[in-house]
């Protein structure tokens, strides 16, 4: 069984301490001071409308208040992380005893995000806040792509604001799937069969993660 990261990894405290670490602005530095008046005020709403204090996001940085917010509006949409299919198939995996291999390790999954420069964290945090508004309908978008099995919606929907904006669609996808290509059809593949589970927005549009592998020799059928 083959993930992004260590998901078991991310429950240990000093894990999560790591990640705040990288998240949050050093003392007497604000998130609100690097938005525009407008752009405080949609914080202050989305917030409120995911349930989340605003005193819990004046401290982190861009990227970890779009992950943040983000988190906090689906779960007050009923969703729960520990009922994904990545979280579904690793608790499956150690009950059974499989090989457990990573595409990435957990410092370099936060690295992924820590280590956008400052105008691509604000690009992220700022599509981040107009997604929010419309999060219903984009889940329900997302939801329909994914059962029709159409990956050109479910790209639309998923990858949207990477869409809009080329250099993070490089950073945090084209440049994951090419390194994770080269994993898959070197050290790991002798572990074939392999079952690989990454998220969606890896799977669709171009350079997706199966067309990376296709262009190596691989046969991909979607199923």
């Avoid at 595409?103 to 995000?113: D, G, S």
């Amino acid at each position: 069984m083959v993930f992004e990261t260590d998901l078991g990894a991310l429950e240990r405290p000093e894990i999560q301490m790591q990640m705040l670490a990288l998240g949050t602005y050093p003392e007497g530095q604000s998130l609100l001071s690097h938005l525009d008046a407008g752009e405080r005020r949609l914080l202050t709403e989305r917030a409120a409308q995911a349930g989340l204090p605003l005193n819990q996001l004046v401290r982190l940085r861009p990227w970890m208040g779009a992950v943040m917010l983000t988190m906090a509006a689906l779960q007050r949409m009923g969703f729960d992380p520990a009922l994904g299919v990545d979280r579904h198939f690793f608790e499956r995996a150690r009950q059974e005893g499989k090989r457990l291999y990573f595409l990435e390790t957990v410092e370099e999954q936060f690295r992924v995000f820590a280590d956008l420069p400052s105008d691509l964290q604000h690009t992220l945090l700022a599509q981040t806040l107009g997604d929010l508004g419309d999060l219903s309908a984009l889940v329900a978008e997302m939801t329909a792509a994914w059962r029709d099995g159409d990956g050109d919606a479910l790209d639309r929907v998923v990858n949207r604001g990477l869409n809009r904006h080329p250099e993070l669609r490089r950073r945090l996808l084209t440049e994951r799937n090419g390194a994770w290509t080269a994993l898959l059809d070197g050290p790991l593949a002798a572990e074939s069969p392999l079952l690989v589970v990454v998220g969606a927005g890896h799977l669709v549009g171009p350079r997706s993660l199966p067309e990376m592998l296709r262009q190596e020799g691989f046969q991909v059928r979607q199923r």
